[in-house]
């Protein structure tokens, strides 16, 4: 999702690329060299590939391992499939969708992205394992990294001040660290000095709320560019053991997979979201709406700077299989910006993801998504000027869409879409909007008005930054439900979203962008359960 610089110059720091052909074709021509999470592909035949999403009518194993079946008879090479779903990634060349969209029981075929590669990703020992970690084994890492984090921080914070003024990933602008000062953002939801997992402090939380250490039986997963788990806020907060690379569509479980790739553009955001859901409280750097609460950290951003749909939907099932009571999604999928049922190719992507988002509902997780920041009006026509954003030369061509073209996941059924308002409680005039397509407001921030206005979280290397958008709101959201989670453990998905939207109507101001603006505000504005 994008975000904004509050030095005042625009940074796209969710969804910020540089798109000139050179830069697009280096990162192709490089991509068999990228270690540490984003899978290579290996060298190939020249032929051009595309990945493919196939997927069954019948939506379980049978039903993938026809659709994996029929695939590779096709000529296509099976790369993951999603039994889950009654789904497969496939790479293939020529007419591969056109012949499987005839086969029976074949419901969808679409390519993911439009620019081929030379070769599907290489095999790696271990991928595509979906119970990895399953034994919650990590309970052990996490309680261990609790115990350091304390010495990791001096000497993290230390460096941070040094090296304040430096610019990373694409210009963001890193901020000194703040001492968990009396942030904005906390005190909109009710929680400013007074909110969870405060219970072991001098300080008494709201009536009601839940302590560190019920929180820390409470999973979320955040699903972005990766998480810095060696980052003093968030050492005690991540569990490896439910974390996972998903960057090529597989999940890959290595050790530190789940790490930012710093050579890849806007790697530091999911640090950023990771930090607002639950960034430790001791008294330095941040504290998140939930401190204490496990993170499942879920690296989607691909080696050419992607969100591409069977990453998304790889990190959806893994969170899921993993017991996630929230899934945060602060991005959109690439390569469309808005994907539209009437195109083929699209309909099976809105499908594959629409599929993993219900499944995940299913399985109790509440799905959240940030609205976007485009002001623009998701229940009007629009247009698109930034599609396809994986083209390697060429201007995007604008398209004007009706209101049947959605963004994903943010308009799937049953996800909660989040809205940003500024530090004085209205709508923040980035935010998309629209009546009936989005859930609840939450604070996102000013990008013109510095660290007093815009929300200060976590950066890679032990650093902060002070960043604003509509991926700051839905991280505030997945926070909020943790502690729902918590006081409610029996809950599942339809309830604790329902709670929120109770909660959140209950705390809606007074004025002409409240209750009444439905378009802005959905349901209300965030607001902590009692």
């Known amino acids: 999702m994008a975000q904004v610089n509050p030095s005042g110059s625009p940074a796209r720091a969710a969804r ?61 090479q099976v790369v993951q499939e999603y039994p889950q779903i009654g789904a497969v990634l496939a790479y293939a060349t020529g007419g591969f969708a056109g012949t499987l969209r005839a086969r029976p029981g074949i419901a969808a075929v679409g390519t993911t992205r439009t620019e081929p590669v030379v070769a599907p990703p290489r095999l790696l020992d271990g ?14 890492s996490t309680d261990q990294a609790r115990r350091d984090s304390d010495h990791a921080r001096r000497s993290s914070t230390d460096r941070a001040r040094r090296d304040s003024a430096d610019r990373q990933d694409g210009g963001t602008v890193t901020v000194p660290d703040p001492g968990e000062g009396d942030p904005w953002n906390l005190a909109m939801l009710g929680g400013a000095g007074a909110r969870a997992g405060d219970a072991s402090t001098g300080i008494r939380g709201p009536a009601g709320a839940p302590t560190a250490d019920a929180l820390h039986e409470v999973l ?34 290595r050790s530190g997979s789940w790490r930012p790739d710093p050579g890849v553009s806007e790697s530091g955001h999911g640090t950023h979201v990771a930090g607002i ?16 609460v496990r993170i499942a ?38 390569p469309w910006k808005y994907n539209c049922p009437e195109d083929q190719d699209q309909a099976a992507l809105i499908a594959a993801v629409g599929r993993a988002s219900a499944y995940a509902q299913r399985k109790g997780a509440v799905v959240v998504a940030s609205a976007g920041n485009d002001g623009q009006d998701l229940g009007a026509a629009r247009t698109d000027e930034r599609s396809p954003n994986d083209r390697v030369s ?14 994903l996941p943010g308009e799937l059924p049953g996800v909660v879409t989040v809205t940003a308002v500024n ?46 958008g509509t991926s700051m709101a839905a991280a505030h959201v997945t926070g909020v439900v943790a502690v729902a989670a918590a006081l409610h453990p029996d809950y599942g998905s339809a309830p604790l979203a ?17 209750c009444g603006a439905r378009q802005y505000f959905g349901a209300g504005l965030l607001a902590l359960p009692r």
Request: hydrophobic share 40%; proline share 7%.
């Open 127 to 140: 991928a595509g394992d979906f119970a990895a970690g399953t034994d919650r084994a990590g309970r052990s």
């Open 277 to 292: 859901v639950g960034a430790t409280r001791d008294g330095h750097g941040v504290t998140g709406v939930a401190p204490g």
């Open 220 to 253: 979320v997963a955040v699903l972005d560019s990766g998480v810095d788990d060696t980052h003093p806020d968030l050492r005690a907060a991540v569990d490896p053991k439910a974390s996972v690379s998903c960057a090529d569509g597989r999940p890959d479980a």
């Open 498 to 514: 329902a709670l929120l939207a109770g909660t959140a109507a209950a705390a809606c101001p007074p004025g002409p962008y409240a």
């Open 423 to 468: 530090r004085d409680g209205r709508p923040s005039g980035y935010s998309n909007y629209g009546r009936g397509r989005v859930s609840l407001a939450a604070p996102g921030g000013d990008p013109d008005s510095g660290p007093q206005g815009a929300v200060v979280s976590d950066w890679p290397g032990g650093q902060y930054a002070a960043l604003a």
């Open 16 to 76: 910020r690329r540089v798109r000139g052909p050179a830069r697009a074709l280096l990162a192709m021509l490089l991509t068999a060299l990228v270690v540490g999470g984003a899978v290579p592909y290996v060298s190939g035949s020249g032929r051009p590939y595309l990945s493919y999403l196939v997927l069954a009518a019948q939506e379980d194993a049978a039903g993938a391992a026809l659709a994996g079946a029929e695939s590779r008879a096709a000529g296509g």
């Open 394 to 407: 060429g201007p995007a061509r604008s398209r004007y869409l009706g209101t049947e073209c959605i963004r």
């Open 297 to 334: 950290a879920v690296r989607l951003l691909g080696p050419l700077g992607q969100y591409y749909a069977e990453n998304i939907v790889c990190g959806m099932l893994w969170a899921a299989d993993h017991g996630a009571k929230a899934i945060n999604n602060s991005y959109f999928a690439d």
